[in-house]
């Protein structure tokens, strides 16, 4: 089962911008409209920020957005905040009719 | 207020089985997918499973690792979903997620806390 791929981290200031980005290839990514993003916090239940490539689910803050280009996506928060710390995985569906999991993103706000 | 509320997990020798169970309330559980999606220690999030509506004939789909060892089956009548898992590895050990797909049907919106199964010996 293949893995998209993540930076294993990112570190930004408090204010500023950060992008995560999120690798697969054409047969999941590249292909289908269907990528989410989902936020997870230490012995937490991963929370979902973003689906279908762009769109916000209510109640979450639109510091949050989200884009794709070829056969990668990309999550970006804006203005981050010390709350905005934690965990950060996308998904995607695929042509085998699965889905499958980014390895993560450990966004530190410093 | 949608809840998930998973159950059943524990220690299992390698070879053995386990049923997980997930009480769903707070919405229609009968029209939405459902899914599972475990978690190893210190690892990250790798999806198992999905069960689809009366609608979709309850059609199921599973991941490589564990197609063939693990079924995914729910009962609409009790608001239930479930998860046999046979022929348990060690590498199966996990926080075992349900999670319920969005009305699209392309994305986990609520989630359960999770239930930890452990494969030793």
Known sequence: QSVLTQPASVSGSPGQSITISCTGTSSDVGGYKYVSWYQQNPGKAPKLMIYDVSNRPSGVSNRFSGS???????LTISGLQAEDEADYYCSSYTSSSTWVFGGGTKLTVL | EVQLVESGGGLVQPGGS??????????????????????????????????????????TEYAASVRGRFTISRDDSKNSLYLLMNSLKIEDTAVYYCARAGSSGWSLDYWGQGTLVTVSS
């Open chain 1, 68 to 74: 794709k280009s070829g056969n990668t996506a990309s």
């Open chain 2, 18 to 59: 386990l049923r997980l169970s997930c009480a769903a309330s707070g919405f229609p559980f009968s029209e939405h997918y459902m899914d599972w999606v475990r978690q190893a220690p210190g690892k990250g999030l790798e999806w198992v499973g999905r069960t689809r509506n009366k609608a979709t004939s309850y059609t």
